[in-house]
């Protein structure tokens, strides 16, 4: 079975600063997608990026970027120049065609210091 | 825009009670589905479904039931509520296939108390 890993529950950044966040995942497919989601206090939840596990370029979209290494199985999410409005609850998710559902890990809870 | 609506943010019921979440969206999405979100567990499938009268098993079925009538609405059924599902309900909808990878929209959720 799938299994995402978020082992950090909890991360603070300065503003303006760049915070990485670290997820994991466990698969035996070669063809899989993966998520992060953003969840911001009383908010509906977001899609923030996505990587097809078939691209070696990582993604980004502005300030976020990933690390994706496929061998190591680590997918970790760049939040560079960190703003108040990114504090959230973060989400890495896992998605195969096999089973046809996103797998998602327990979140991370990002606090930004002004 | 995507929006998905959910019937109610927050809903107290009595255990026992026969407790009905209705999500609707209005994008034309064939896939819809119900998660559970707790604290230290992340998020939870419990049913999704591809298609109109269709629907699957998630990863905790056990307690709930679906139906999906319409296109656009899927409902949450908890025949008889327990207090062990006093929790947060996310439904979330997306275009395309069964397999699709196409992201998934969700609602604002809504929190259940089950007293």
Not at chain 1, 68 to 87: H, R, T
Not at chain 2, 10 to 39: A, I, S
Not at chain 2, 46 to 71: A, H, L, Q, T
Request: glycine share 6%.
């Amino acid at each position: 079975a799938q299994t995402v890993t978020q082992s950090q529950p909890e991360m603070s950044v300065q503003e303006a600063e760049t915070v990485t966040l670290s997820c994991t995942y466990d698969t035996s497919e070669s063809d899989y997608y993966l998520f992060w989601y953003k969840q911001p206090p009383s908010r509906q939840m977001i899609l923030v990026i996505r990587q097809e596990a078939y691209k070696q370029q990582n993604a980004t979209e502005n300030r976020f970027s990933v690390n994706f290494q496929k061998a190591a199985k680590s997918f970790s999410l760049k939040i560079s120049d960190s703003q108040l409005g990114d504090a959230a609850m973060y989400f890495c998710a896992y998605f195969t065609g096999a089973n046809s559902k996103l797998t998602f890990g327990k979140g991370i809870t990002l606090s930004v210091r002004p | 825009d995507v929006k998905v609506t959910q019937s109610s943010r927050y809903l107290v019921k009595r255990t026992g009670e026969k407790v009905f979440l209705e999500c609707v969206q209005d994008m034309d999405h064939e896939n819809m589905f119900w998660y559970r979100q707790d604290p230290g567990l992340g998020l939870r499938l419990i049913y999704f479904s591809y298609d109109v009268k269709m629907k699957e098993k998630g990863d905790i079925p056990e307690g709930y039931s679906v139906s999906r009538e319409k296109k656009e609405r899927f409902s949450l059924i908890l025949e008889s509520a327990s207090t062990n599902q006093t929790s947060m309900y996310l439904c979330a909808s997306s275009s395309g296939t069964r397999a699709s990878t196409d992201t998934q929209y969700f609602g604002p959720g809504t929190r259940l108390t089950v007293l």
